[in-house]
């Protein structure tokens, strides 16, 4: 009996232990299965908290244009007008000397000159950042480059001058923009997403409906919009959708000037046309410049894609350009031309500057014939042109690049696409040619558009060259342009800003480097389509790495 009672009793405390166990396994489940879902449910609030408080990281395309605007800016000048225009830098009251005055030099010495500057007060002025262009020339001789600027910081620069020829040279230093103004100008262009409009326009044939509505690379608006998105290069722009059309009827692009200014008052009399390009004084007319035994050589290799172009790249004599990396060849003649584009093709892909070359070969000297183009001239420059020259197997066309241009007229949108786009379609091989350019119509725009767009040329011409290695890639730098523009839109410093980055992002790449910058410089031609003489040799330099 009591063996059947312990045996009872060990029953229940076998089943009581049972229970206990299982009730704290189930409620510590459960307790863990709360747990996990609480912290399942803050782990997706944090993820969504952080993707709606900040964006995505920065990809690698953006990264190297943050690194690239980053370097530009930090070489900027950090200078403000205050509440008096006049403290700002005068050319009229600043002043050149000669460093290493001599009564004559030698064909290859470098004169130094140096400028103390000066603000419209009188005052010295005790820090650097103006933006100067120097050049030295020989009128009688069509003679002309550029100088080299060291800024000391402090009010004071010295100017370098190779002196590449005999005769008398002169010497002229203009204060395009004070440091007051740079900064300025800076601080407005990046004020906003540009000071141009766009307006598209969509149309059905079959509907007989069009509608236009307005574009651009950022729209505040409440209404439906089409998006126009490249992923890959991680460009896009916008329109506002119209009601009764698709995204896909997006026609025709016109700009429309906002004639906006981010400017003060104070500081809009930095750019009163009698403040730019002020030449500054000097205190002598002339150097005497006389040819010595061994103190220059010239250059002896031919031009080739790869070379390093410095500044100043070269100089100007008797209206021929002479690079001091290279030995370029002068094409004098159409037949020069002719030759070096035998059997070859042509790619031409930018703005109207290098429409100019296929003009000079169609319209001002009969070297091609368009293919069904009877316009001449430049009423409608943004149209795609071929040119053929059937003999000699030659084939040339045009082609813009994309969005963003400056057209106040409608143009056809619908053949647009990047450079980098364009390249990528092109075979390539030793038979092909290819000239970049781009600049004049991204100067109204922050610069960090600009920069995107020339990672994204260098990535094309690199896959390019892996494909076909043999094809001649050359680069061209935009003009000058005269100063009587709208200054905040178009000034010469954005251009400058521009070139500084090509020059950085198509650095140590196989292409000819043409610098168009320095060549219109060193002339002083202030046309943003340079005449005859300036265009003949920058397209010589383009063909001789071509050919």
């Known amino acids: 009996m009591a063996s059947a009672t312990r045996n009872t009793l060990h029953g229940l405390l076998a089943i009581t232990i049972v229970f206990m166990l299982a009730f704290f396994w189930h409620r510590n489940v459960k307790e863990f299965s709360n747990l996990s879902e609480k912290l399942h449910f803050c782990r997706s609030h944090v993820e969504q908290t952080t993707h709606a408080a900040g964006q995505k990281p920065p990809s690698e395309l953006q990264l190297k244009i943050n690194e690239i605007f980053q370097k530009i800016e930090q070489s900027l000048p950090n200078a403000t007008v205050g509440s008096n225009w006049k403290t700002s830098t005068s050319g009229k009251n600043s002043k050149g000397t000669i460093v290493n005055h001599k009564d004559q030099y030698c064909v290859g010495e470098v004169l130094t000159v140096q400028y103390d500057m000066f603000d419209h007060l009188g005052n010295r002025k005790t820090y650097g950042g103006d933006f100067l262009r120097p050049r030295i020339f020989s009128p009688e ?9 060291e800024d000391f910081h402090n009010g004071t620069y010295h100017i370098h001058f190779t002196l590449f020829w005999e005769g008398n040279v002169k010497v002229s230093t203009h204060l395009f923009h004070p440091s007051e103004g740079v900064a300025a100008l800076w601080r407005s262009r990046h004020s906003s997403l540009g000071v141009l409009a766009y307006q598209g326009r969509f149309q059905n044939a079959n509907t007989n409906t069009e509608a236009i509505t307005e574009c651009g690379f950022k729209l505040k608006t409440d209404s439906e919009v089409c998006e126009y998105i490249d992923e890959r290069d991680e460009e896009a722009f916008y329109c506002i959708k119209p009601p009764n059309l698709p995204c896909g009827s997006l026609n025709d692009m016109r700009s429309v000037d906002l004639h906006s200014s981010y400017l003060t008052a104070e500081e809009q009399h930095l750019f009163e046309r009698s403040n730019i390009g002020v030449e500054i004084p000097k205190n002598f007319e002339f150097v005497v410049v ?10 002896t290799e031919k031009c080739k894609t790869g070379m390093v172009s410095p500044y100043p790249s070269g100089y100007f004599l008797q209206n021929i350009w002479h690079p001091v990396f290279c030995n370029m060849v002068s094409y004098k003649t159409g037949e020069d031309y002719l030759n070096c584009l035998q059997r070859k093709r042509l790619y031409l892909i930018g703005d109207s ?7 000079y070969f169609a319209e001002q000297n009969k070297l091609m014939t368009y293919f069904d183009h009877h316009e001449s001239g430049w009423s409608t420059w943004q149209k ?3 040119a053929f020259h059937m003999d000699k197997d030659i084939m040339v066309s045009y082609k813009r690049h994309g969005f963003p241009l400056e057209s106040f007229r409608f143009y056809f949108f619908k053949e647009d696409k990047y450079i980098s786009r364009q390249i990528d379609e092109i075979g390539g091989g030793r038979n092909t040619i290819i000239a970049i350019t781009m600049g004049q119509h991204f100067r109204q725009f922050p610069l960090q558009l600009y920069i995107r767009r020339a990672l994204n040329i260098r990535k094309a011409i690199e896959r ?21 523009k709208a200054v905040e839109k178009l000034s010469e410093f954005h251009g400058y800003c521009q070139y500084l980055v090509s020059k950085e992002v198509f650095k140590n790449m196989d292409v000819g480097f043409v610098d168009a910058m320095d060549m219109t410089c060193a002339l002083a031609t202030e046309n943003i389509h340079p005449p005859t003489h300036v265009l003949e040799n920058i397209m010589s330099l383009t063909f001789n790495y071509a050919c």
Do not use: W
């Open 353 to 359: 500057t290098l429409r100019q070359y296929i003009m």
């Open 141 to 149: 001789l069509n003679a002309g480059a550029s100088g080299r600027i």
């Open 464 to 484: 390019l060259l892996t494909r076909s290695p043999d094809t001649k890639v050359i680069i061209k730098t935009e003009n000058t342009r005269d100063t009587n």
């Open 290 to 299: 006389q040819e010595c035994n061994g103190n220059i050589s010239k250059p």
């Open 384 to 386: 795609t042109l071929l």
